[in-house]
């Protein structure tokens, strides 16, 4: 049972909506990174944080996509203005060291744009 | 481009049978690490072997790691129904982020 928590599990968006997703990490995990992964079932790395702090996000999210992990509220992916190629599974994983120890994801917010 | 990927889409046994998925990488690493995905839900992580260690064992579960070859292989004998799942490999090359490979489905039939 994954103990990271996301919601919603599914949202439904028109094209030029905003969608909203949020996590809540594990406790005591300080590392948060948000994946992106598409019917081929391939991830993309989007952004992660430790704590507060982003350490690493790719241009996609610099432009259409923000996210932010503020103190003691859940972390949140927002898409500003929902775009077709924009249809997948959003999975969040936290992490108590990084990249190079395990990642305990979510069971994902599935993002379909109509 | 794939920075680590297993080398088929789809593999079928039978229960009980034994099952191997193979990946290969292209740069240096610092550890390797085995995910399972089943459907509706989100990535578990079955191993992580690290570039000093050529094998690992997690109950009936054998990854193996072969730096000079950049590739690992994940091994499941006894294979039961509800090992029926996505694999991925997924490596850590220095960067902030773990790169996955596109996934091998397994399906274990009764």
């Known amino acids: 049972n994954s103990k990271v928590i996301q919601t919603p599990r599914y949202l439904v968006k028109g094209q030029g909506q905003k969608a909203k997703m949020r996590c809540i990490p594990e406790k005591g995990h300080p590392v948060v990174f948000w994946y992106q992964q598409n019917k081929n079932n391939e991830f993309k790395f989007l952004i992660n944080f430790q704590n507060q702090e982003v350490l690493q996000q790719i241009d996609m999210t610099e432009k259409r996509f923000s996210a932010e992990c503020p103190s003691n509220s859940p972390c949140s992916l927002e898409i500003q203005s929902s775009e077709a190629g924009d249809s997948a599974l959003y999975l969040c994983?936290?992490?108590?060291?990084?990249?190079?120890?395990?990642?305990?994801f979510g069971e994902g917010s599935r993002l379909i744009v109509v | 481009s794939q920075l680590a990927e297993e080398n088929l889409w789809a593999l079928s046994v039978h229960e009980g049978e034994s099952v191997t998925v193979n990946c290969s990488y292209k740069?240096?690493?610092?550890?390797l690490q085995w995910y399972r995905q089943k459907s509706g839900e989100g990535p578990a992580q079955l191993i992580l072997?690290?570039?000093?260690?050529r094998e690992k064992r997690n109950g009936r579960l054998r990854a193996t790691l072969d730096t000079s070859s950049q590739s690992s292989s994940l091994s499941i004998t006894a294979t039961r129904c509800e090992d029926t799942a996505v694999y991925f490999c997924a490596t850590h090359q220095g960067g902030r982020a773990l790169i996955f490979g596109t996934g091998t489905t397994v399906s274990v039939s009764p």
């Open positions: 994983a936290s992490s108590l060291y990084g990249a190079g120890n395990t990642l305990y």
């Open positions: 740069t240096s690493i610092t550890a």
């Open positions: 072997i690290r570039s000093n260690e």
